[in-house]
């Protein structure tokens, strides 16, 4: 069994993905600029501040005519009456305040949405670095085993193997065969998402392919995530959202305010033109009871949402926070062992000088790459961490 000894090799291999030239951040930006919900949102958010523009405007200008007849005595007679009604002028600068605020709550809205498309992103081809790592594991370990039921299946017909090592080999085969089908279904369905993200099952192929490794980026003290925490879209749109409902309540208060109506009137009688202004007053009795109070009361529960949110916001920021730092601590700890591990060698050489059974060998070196692979899925947790944290990221 001194053929064992190539098989070190195998099993010693660290997990590279062969690189494409294009990096984990520009592939994020290739399937934002290829994702068709982003430009659905983006013509909604333009139809809402255009929507805006008109919210603070006088009303339309009324224009009425009437003709009058009669049979005998006096004539006929002719009226046209231009006019313009208008709320009580301190109404339109809270209007027009509110309007502001609301399009800059609107984009503050498409930030957001932009910021959770990357995030979704980042995460979706993490899942294809994490797929990709744990197929080439397996794909080590089917060659090791490969190797080594050639070598067993020979030295059966010598009597120097059991049948019971061969058969064990076999259906060590079959395990390591059927943790690589359940990951090439993973990787198709990790495909599927991405194309589902994009818009396109042939171009998320080819993205899925130029993955190569994780973003190189440093998991920052708490305290810097939480300085940016205030400028997060989220927190800052419901701040906005918050003034511009107490500039809503300020528009429904001075609305209890006479409105006014002003105008020009032209009549004609028996050749005899008639020209003058005609002006109104429209005292809100009726028309404004209890909005005020109504729209005050909103302002306040705008407000509180705001105070609501930006707790969410700082309790979510410190969950995801602590929990990259443990995924972090973890990961160092298994990759201090495992990285450059004399384990596999020792126990091939262990099984070629007969100290360990077949049985054994098998036992153990399924233990070890079971450690890797649980190594690479504390280190996609930690990315999917990191893909959480990128909003509050210095560095963006």
Known sequence: MKSIRTIALIVASTVVLHASGESFDSLVDRMIALNPGLRSEAYAYAAQRESLRSAA???????????MWSSGEPGNKTDITVSQSMEWPGVYSAMRREARLQSKATNLSEQATIISAREN????????VYLNKCHQVMVNRMECIDSLLDIATKGALRNEITLLDV???????LEVLARQTELNTQATQCISAIGAFIGSIENAKDIYNAIEDYPAEMLHPLAIYSDKLDETPEVEQSRILAEASRARSEAERRRSLPSLTAGYHFARE??????????????????????????????????????QQAIEQRLSLESIHASAMQFKTQYESYHKVLTDSPTPRLLLR????????????????????????????????????MAQLARYNPGN
Do not use: W
């Not at 405007?57 to 003709?67: K, Q, S, T």
């Not at 992103?121 to 294809?128: H, N, S, V």
């Not at 429209?282 to 729209?295: H, N």
């Open 270 to 307: 028996e050749g005899t033109p008639f020209h003058g202004f005609v002006a109104g007053l429209s005292i809100p009795v009726f028309s404004t009871r209890g909005k005020s109070e109504a729209a005050r009361l909103e302002s306040m529960a705008a407000e509180a949402r705001a105070e």
């Open 350 to 385: 262990a099984l070629e000088g007969g100290q360990i059974s077949m049985m054994v060998y098998l036992i153990e070196s399924a233990s070890h790459t079971d450690a890797i692979l649980r190594m690479l899925e504390i280190q996609y947790r930690y990315q999917q961490a």
């Open 167 to 173: 058969e064990k080999l076999k259906l060590e085969r």
């Open 57 to 67: 405007m006088l009303p339309d200008p009324e224009i009425e005519g009437g003709y």
């Open 121 to 128: 992103a980042r995460i979706l081809l993490a899942e294809g």
